[in-house]
């Protein structure tokens, strides 16, 4: 059973019009990432919540912005996205506070911009 | 120098064969080590947690060397269905949480 779940698989949308992507997870972890990840590159990280507390990586553009209206749920905006911003989108979560407990991902999201 | 470093490959070994990856990482304090294996546009699947007494699972064995500041993963007889690339990730301590580093990633290319 699908544990973290990422909708839609493939979304496609147009240079500059705005586009959500969403996570939800039944493993009622309070912890919640997303990750950009381009080809041949690692996942880079570009926020995540302990629980409502929400944490953005220094060099996240401000283009990028999430919501977590509960534990289930996470959402990535991408207000006005460029070519660049094609990729894949990983959602992952994780128990808080657990030593040597690995993230758990959904199957991601890849964003093609025209 | 980058917080976690990994040889990006590829490493094109015969099947059977017996392979292994370094990964190298800056933080001393850090706690946890995993590795992942992600194949071609999927998402990273955990492979194995790294102890540090190392431990096994089936073809593969991680260790874990704090002193030099290094974990590896050892795949012994290599199978076609082992070709992916392999992601080193690191937690570290940071600001009351957890940062989680992944390495860039080894790909691994097992021919016939």
């Known amino acids: 059973d699908a544990m973290v779940i990422q909708n839609p698989r493939y979304q496609v949308t147009q240079f500059g019009k705005p586009v959500t992507l969403s996570c939800s997870q039944t493993l009622n972890h309070n912890v919640m990432y997303w990750y950009q990840q381009k080809s041949s590159q690692a996942p880079k990280l570009l926020f995540h919540?302990?629980?409502?507390?929400?944490?953005n990586e220094a060099d996240t553009p401000d283009n990028f912005q999430s919501r977590r209206p509960n534990t289930s749920f996470c959402f990535l905006d991408i207000r006005s996205p460029g070519l660049g911003d094609a990729a894949m989108y990983l959602c992952?979560?994780?128990?808080?506070?657990?030593?040597?407990?690995?993230?758990?991902f959904g199957d991601g999201t890849r964003l093609s911009i025209l | 120098r980058k917080e976690v470093e990994q040889d990006p490959g590829p490493f094109n070994v015969p099947e059977g064969a017996t392979v292994a990856f370094n990964c190298t990482y800056s933080?001393?304090?850090?706690?946890?080590f995993f590795w992942y294996r992600q194949d071609c546009r999927k998402e990273p699947k955990l492979l194995m947690s790294v102890y540090s007494s190392g431990n096994e699972d089936g073809r593969f064995t991680a260790q874990l060397n704090r002193a030099s500041q290094y974990i590896s993963l050892l795949i012994r007889d290599s199978k076609l269905s082992d070709s992916a690339t392999y992601l080193c990730v690191v937690d570290s301590p940071s600001g009351g949480y957890q940062k989680v580093t992944f390495g860039t990633g080894t790909k691994l290319q097992v021919i016939p």
């Open positions: 992952a979560t994780r128990p808080h506070g657990q030593v040597n407990q690995p993230q758990h």
């Open positions: 933080n001393s304090a850090s706690q946890s």
């Open positions: 919540y302990y629980d409502k507390d929400f944490n």
